[in-house]
């Protein structure tokens, strides 16, 4: 009994501890568990922030979709300033929901109108980094042969041995839902899908649980980008991990940040997001983000050289969102029928 | 004179005003019963009845896959829960408190633990492939429904077993009915009512799981009810879907709570005791059985938590900040829960001994949050009180009061027992000396209610500590805590980290386990 009412009295004072309440100059930033951790995008930032004299507070939600909701949920009672890591579909969401800024990008990004993706800086929003979507194998436990397309590719597929990213959860994996759409069409979609579902082991629901998944050898192929085998080339000295490449092209995903409209710390946001798309931090995006840099012309590693080069799906980066919750209920009624 | 005592003891419990504190429990029992429990799930009905009326809900294949599906895994895993049991409790309780008794101890680690540190456990015990196939969809999910029900039948069995004596079953045997008949005619006719019980109540955990669904289904065909609603207001923002969704779960809910009432007006005590072997089977039989139950104990339960535990302390020295703060926020979390559950708990036992036009009522009012699922009322108050819940978004209210309403069964229990234990003629002897029912509440009942007080912080903040979907809906940037941040860990399958914040979340718990076993006062 002692210790049960020492327990209980430890727990009363901790109500009385201060709250964790957000700084007068200390920006919070929602962000993504992915961009997080040791070595990641945050940790530069907040490096860089630190030496400008600034506090930043980084706070992770499992996954970019997750992310944006809470914003969404929070409405004008958010204590995020700026949310870092939103996709192009996930934009469509974003402007729409009325809850974020439509900033003045020229201020902030002096070189738009040459930055890569142009269609991500129509939304209002700082695009920060890009990226191709990709089926990363290891090429000392799976040989596939050399697919010309993607149908070829999940046609040969015997087993059920890929790990791929719930589109509901996760915008990586909507994007690459919308990447099927735009190679099949209307009935063959539906078929396509169907047999997609009949090779997927897992449908995780971030990318950080599926990548980590496949590490552990839990599939032979997962949804992820072609620049992540230059992780391993560059961290691991390992070149197995490889891409599969497909002629009909790959789709783009382009991660942005954005300002939310109720912050009352924006000047100092706008600021985050210029250095966010400064030079030495996105000469360092492709060794701490795996992707590319929005800013052209900068250096990219060793390892990046050693990459497939793939050439961009024509197809429109983005759908409305009637169009997202059309695809998104034929997705989830297809992969529940072909349990 | 004892009589008359009885007389004036009952009018004068009928008359609340005269009495503060039975007036100042009435106003915290009204003051839950409707702005927390009646109007949110009222108000959520209400929301579906019209998005079904508007014909804006479509019955699509998902859902009635997910409906199907969560028939099917709560049948199977209330089934297989009941076989192994069943099996430990009539093991256990031929064979006294010898070999057996560990393994009923040990059962019951399970069971008092989270559901995500269960899950957590059996991931890294079993790994993704060492059961032979891989633990993502029914396999996983069964077995852990399994570990973490199981003892829910082993209990309630086993207790009922002990309660009824063996006389029959002797006279049965000496009769030359043979063991097997002896228990299919005379021991299991004497079980079915807390078979039938722990059924219920297994099954409703099952259909309402959250945990264990959303980390080892790994593919939207594997989808309980409680997902969707989760689904429906985390990702895609959706109350009328959640509200239509919880509806269904309340239809389908409601006749299993009416039927565990039902039961609740048989209540069985048992206490271990040695008792005559009545089926006594040969050492080598007794020995294979204790083997074969003992392996499935230890790598369903003992073993995956044990190894939670040891794993997290070799690697304990990385991460501490970061598990420092989710302990503080943890305790907070837990103070709020118990600063809210401990005054309605307390309401309701009080109300239930000592204003007897409502004590009928009462148990319903108190038990009927067994049946509500986490992630309903967390819709429910999303829907009834969307600006309120804006409000407290940054801080840990909204979801201590949801915790708040789910643990109170647990801590309305405790204190009722309480309550029970105390003799009516101290309380007619304290009244006829002239106190007044405060007097009687502050030198009387108070006193002797302490261990039971302390039991009930005890079981509120080992519920608080575990519970994480609210956390999930409700949580903000306020910062995450122990189950929340392993929730997190194990959302990127990074089980490593999950396992040292799991094994601190295993120790706090074990401390405070420990500490209810010391002061239960049964």
Partial sequence: ?339 | MARSLDKSYHRFSLKPLASVPLLFSLLIFVLFLFPILVFPIVSLTGMAFGELQHGNFIFSPYLLNTIEFSLIQSFLSTLLSAVLGVGVALYVIENGRGRGSWIWRLSLISFSLPSLVVVLALLSFWGREGLGFSIFGYPGILLCHVAMNYPVFMKLVGESWLASGVEEECTALSLGAGRFRTFVSVTFPKLKSSLFKAGLLCFTYCFCSFIPVAVLGGNPSFSTIELGIYQALKFENNLSKAAVLSLLQLILLFPLFLAFQRTQKNKITATFQKRIQIFQFSKTTSWIVWVILGAIVIGISFGPLVLVVAKSVFAFESQLSEIWDAFLNSAKLAGLCVMLVLPVGFAGAYLERHFKILSPFIPYAMVVPLFIPVMFLTAAFSGAFPELIESFRDSFWAVAVIQMTIALPLVYRSLLSGFESIPRDVEWVAISLGASQTDLLRDVEIPLLRRFIFLAIGLAICFSLGEVSSLLLFGSSQGATLSLLVFQKLGKYAVQDANLVAGVLICLMALILWSIEKCNPS
Avoid at chain 1, 168 to 197: C, D, I, P, V
Wanted: aromatic residues 12%; contains cysteine.
């Fill in chain 1, 1 to 339: 009994m002692p210790t049960l009412k020492i327990l209980s009295l430890l727990l009363l004072s901790t109500l009385f501890i201060a709250p964790l309440a957000a700084k007068e100059n200390e920006l919070t930033v929602y962000t993504y568990s992915s961009l997080q951790g040791k070595g990641s995008l945050c940790e530069l930032l907040q490096k860089e922030w630190e030496l400008l004299g600034k506090k930043v507070k980084f706070v992770s939600f499992s996954t970019s979709q997750e992310t944006l909701n809470q914003v969404l949920l929070e409405k004008n009672k958010t204590k995020a300033d700026l949310i870092l890591g939103i996709d192009q579909q996930g934009l469509v969401k974003a402007k729409i929901s009325g809850h974020f800024l439509v900033n003045d990008l020229s201020k902030i990004l002096p070189l738009a109108d040459k930055a890569i993706p142009r269609e991500g800086l129509q939304s209002g929003f700082v695009p920060f980094d890009f990226g191709y979507l990709a089926f990363v194998y290891d090429k000392t436990k799976v040989k596939p042969t050399s697919p010309t397309s993607f149908l070829e590719f999940i046609t040969e597929q015997k087993a059920k041995r890929m790990i791929l990213i719930d589109p509901r959860t996760s915008q990586l994996g909507f994007s690459f839902l919308a990447w099927t759409e735009a190679l099949w069409k209307s009935s063959e979609w539906e078929k396509n899908l169907s047999k997609l579902a009949s090779i997927t082991k897992l449908w995780s629901p971030g990318w950080s649980a599926a990548y980590s998944l496949f590490l552990k050898g839990e599939g032979d192929y997962v949804l992820s980008y072609t620049t992540s085998p230059a992780y391993h080339i560059e961290k691991e000295k390992k070149t197995q991990y490889q891409t599969v490449t497909f002629n009909e092209g790959h789709f783009m995903q382009v991660e942005s940040a954005g300002i939310v409209r109720y912050s009352g710390r924006k000047e100092l946001a706008e600021e985050f997001l210029k250095l966010l798309v400064s030079k030495h931090v996105q000469e360092k995006i492709p060794q701490v983000q795996w992707m590319y840099p929005v800013l052209p012309g900068l250096k990219l590693p060793a390892s990046f050289e050693k990459l497939q080069v793939v050439k961009p799906i024509k197809a429109p980066l983005w759908v409305d969102e009637s169009t997202q919750n059309a695809w998104l209920a034929a997705w989830t009624n297809h992969i529940t029928a072909s349990r």
